[in-house]
C-alpha cells in the first residue's frame, strides 16, 4: 500500500523517500494479515536493538549503564521502559495467581470467640479477621504489584539523596521503572516458588529477607554505575539510600494495613501483635 502523501499525517512523499519527513510512518504500508502480526510480535520482543529480552539481558548485567544512556538519548537502542513495567505490571499479576496456592480462608476461632463476653466482641472480632484476611491475600497475590507502586516513592528518595547529581526527579524515576520491574520480576520467577515450598517451614522469613536483601544491593550496583560514583564512601551510601528507601516504604505499607485493620490511627496495636506474636 503506497501513496504520494503519507497515509498516517498526509505530508506530502517524494519518490526517493522511505520514511515520511514529518512523523516518520514508513512511506509503504501493506495491509494486516496473521503472518504480518506474527512478525511484528517476534520482531518487537527478540530485535537485537531495542527488543525486551535484549533490555532483560543488559539490566541483568550493565543496569546502571541502561539507565544512563536511556536518559542521555539513546532512545531506540532500549525497550521502552514504561511499556516495560505495564508488561511487567500484567505479568506479575499472572504469576501470581498462577504460581501461588490458594489460600486458605480465615476462619474466626470458635475458642476464641467462646472466651469474648458481648456480642459487640464477637462482631468485633470477626470483622479483624475479615479484614486481616483481605489484607493476606492482598500481599500474597499483589505484592510485586504494591512494590511497583513504590517506584514514584522511591524515585523521591534517589532523588533527594542524590539531588547534587545532573539527573532531576523525573530522570531518577525513569531509571527506577528499569530498576524495579526488573528487580520484582526475579523476585516472582525466582524466590516466589521456593516461598511457596517454604510455606510451612521456618524458612519463609529467611527467604523474603535473603530476597529483599538482594534487590537491594541490585539498586545499589545500578545507581552506583548510573551515577558514575567512585569511591567506597559513595558505594557504602548509595547502599545506606537503597536500604532506607525499601525499608521506609515497607513501614508505610504496614503503618495503611494497620490503619485498614484497625480504621483508627491506634496501629500501634498491630505493631504490638507482631512483636508479640
Known sequence: MSSSNCLNCGHYLATNVQFCQACGQKKDIHRFTLGHIFH????????????????????????????????????KKYFNPFTFFILCMGLFVFLNMTMLPAEKKMAPDARVLARIPTEAGKQTYITMMTRGANVRMLMTKHGNVMAMIAIPFISLITWLAFKKQRYNYAEHLTANVFFVPYSNLLFTIVVTPLITMAANSGFRGGLIGGALLIQVLYFTWSFYSMLQLKSSWQLIRTFLVCLFSVMLWGLLVMVFMAIYLYRSWDFYKFFARMLGS
Open 40 to 75: 511484528e510480535i517476534v520482531h518487537a520482543v527478540t530485535h537485537a536493538d531495542k527488543g525486551i529480552f535484549h533490555l532483560l539481558k543488559e539490566l541483568s548485567i550493565r543496569p546502571g549503564r541502561v539507565a544512563r544512556e536511556y536518559l542521555a538519548g539513546k532512545r
